[in-house]
């Protein structure tokens, strides 16, 4: 059973530029993978799918400082997707 809630009314129908993986990963690396695709990509949809607990706090907070949204998470039965908006098109 999966559990999926938009966190904003953007919408992730359009693929991610990025997917990483980063399953197996402790805290901090699952941040630090999502900054390093962030600042290649420099503007565009990041996947990350993370099953270490701690991505559950650490990837909104990431968001937040770095002024990226977070526009869906989906719950899966042993990780958790997360889809980040980053670039000019997260601020409005």
Same mark, same amino acid.
């Given at each position: 059973?999966? *559990? ?5 009314? &953007?919408?992730? /129908?359009?693929? =991610? !530029?990025?997917?990483? #993986? ?17 600042? *290649? ?5 990041? &996947?990350?799918? /993370?099953?270490? =607990? !701690?991505?559950?706090? #650490? ?34």
């Amino acid at each position: 059973m999966t *559990e999926s809630h938009e966190t904003s009314n &953007e919408s992730s /129908a359009e693929a =991610p !530029a990025v997917t990483i #993986d980063a399953r197996g990963l402790l805290c901090p690396a699952p941040v630090i993978e999502l900054a390093k695709a962030a600042a *290649e990509l420099k503007a565009g949809l990041i &996947e990350l799918v /993370a099953d270490d =607990p !701690a991505a559950e706090t #650490d990837i909104p907070a990431w968001c937040r400082m770095r002024n990226a949204r977070l526009v869906h998470r989906e719950s899966q039965s042993n990780s958790t997707r997360y889809t980040i908006l980053i670039g000019t098109q997260a601020h409005g």
